[in-house]
């Protein structure tokens, strides 16, 4: 699936457009950020997976996060390993997401390790290898490498099939819910701002 570029909220509100609504929709999300030389992380990409496009959003060039902020508040985002992508989140949109389902907390409940890589487990679930060459690259200089790009998309490319493997095995388990109750709790945790002091 070849990404596309993103740089203003009418690209993106376009592709929302073409999302299922309901209260099963769901946006599969990843963030690049820095945080090397701020106390707050500053956002500097969003990968969405919508299940039919991969998009990459350079929130550098939105004009304002209205757009981005209320599909975060729409959908269920699926995310791995997202306690610092919520933060992320919400310091540049001033909101946090209202759902989110994390597939590092779903794999730990699975019997996988708790601090699971998605790299790791997309190998180990889905066979498939993912490049970690650009994990610590500046993302916030433009104009990104083909290099970064490619790595942000892979980012999202497999959360869906990754979600729907874990599922399946929760429900199996029995723990669908106990999956559930986590994601509430990380949520909680994200909202408590920790003051610069």
């Not at 992508?85 to 909101?95: F, K």
């Not at 730990?108 to 790791?120: F, I, P, T």
């Not at 388990?173 to 920790?194: D, F, N, T």
Request: glycine content about 4%.
């Amino acid at each position: 699936m070849t990404p596309i570029w993103i740089t203003d909220n009418d690209a993106l509100a376009s592709l929302l457009a073409e999302c299922p609504g309901g209260s099963d929709a769901r946006l599969y999300v990843d963030t690049e950020f820095m945080r090397e030389r701020t106390y707050w992380p500053a956002l500097a990409l969003v990968q969405i997976n919508t299940g039919r496009t991969i998009a990459l959003v350079d929130v550098t060039a939105l004009e304002e996060p209205s757009v981005l902020a209320s599909a975060f508040q729409q959908y269920a985002l699926v995310m791995h390993s997202c306690s610092e992508d919520l933060e992320a989140l919400r310091v540049w949109s001033g909101n946090a997401p209202e759902r989110v389902e994390d597939t590092q907390i779903a794999a730990a409940l699975c019997g996988y390790d708790l601090q699971a890589s998605y790299q790791k487990i997309v190998l180990t679930l889905l066979d498939v290898e993912l490049a970690k060459d650009s994990t610590r690259s500046d993302w916030l200089k433009r104009p990104l490498s083909s290099q970064q790009l490619n790595y942000a998309a892979q980012d999202v490319e497999f959360l869906p099939a990754l979600h729907n493997r874990l599922v399946e095995r929760l429900r199996a388990l029995g723990r669908l819910e106990w999956w559930h109750e986590e994601c509430v709790r990380l949520l909680r945790q994200s909202a408590k701002e920790s003051l610069p002091e």
